[in-house]
């Protein structure tokens, strides 16, 4: 599985951004689709996810209600819709894949730096 993540850039505090992960490859074997992120001196953080086939969707409590994760089957691609953002939320995100519910994520993205600054 290929991906491709996409759509970060500089926003004002308050702003909104979506981000895209398009998959390509074997996506047959892909059952989840999850967000993360990365910022300098903390540990990756998981932001929620999506299964592949059905659509369900989980977002980590910290950002639910700010944060919104939708797909189109048609496109192969998910994404992450982000509004009232804060300068916290500055951090490289990346999208990566799972073969199976309980399964680790083995298939990642090259992240896409989102920047939050006034």
């Known amino acids: 599985v290929q991906l491709q993540a996409s759509g970060g850039g500089l926003v004002r505090p308050g702003g909104s951004l979506r981000l895209s992960c398009a998959a390509s490859g074997r996506t047959d074997r892909v059952y989840r689709l999850g967000w993360f992120r990365r910022t300098p001196g903390k540990d990756r953080e998981f932001v929620g996810s999506i299964t592949w086939s059905r659509g369900d969707t989980y977002v980590v409590t910290s950002w639910k209600g700010r944060f919104t994760i939708s797909r189109d089957n048609a496109k192969n691609t998910v994404y992450l819709e982000m509004n009232s953002l804060k300068p916290d939320d500055t951090a490289v995100y990346y999208c990566?894949?799972?073969?199976?519910?309980?399964?680790?994520?083995?298939?990642w993205g090259q992240g896409t730096l989102v920047t939050v600054s006034s």
């Open positions: 990566a894949t799972a073969p199976q519910a309980d399964g680790f994520y083995d298939y």
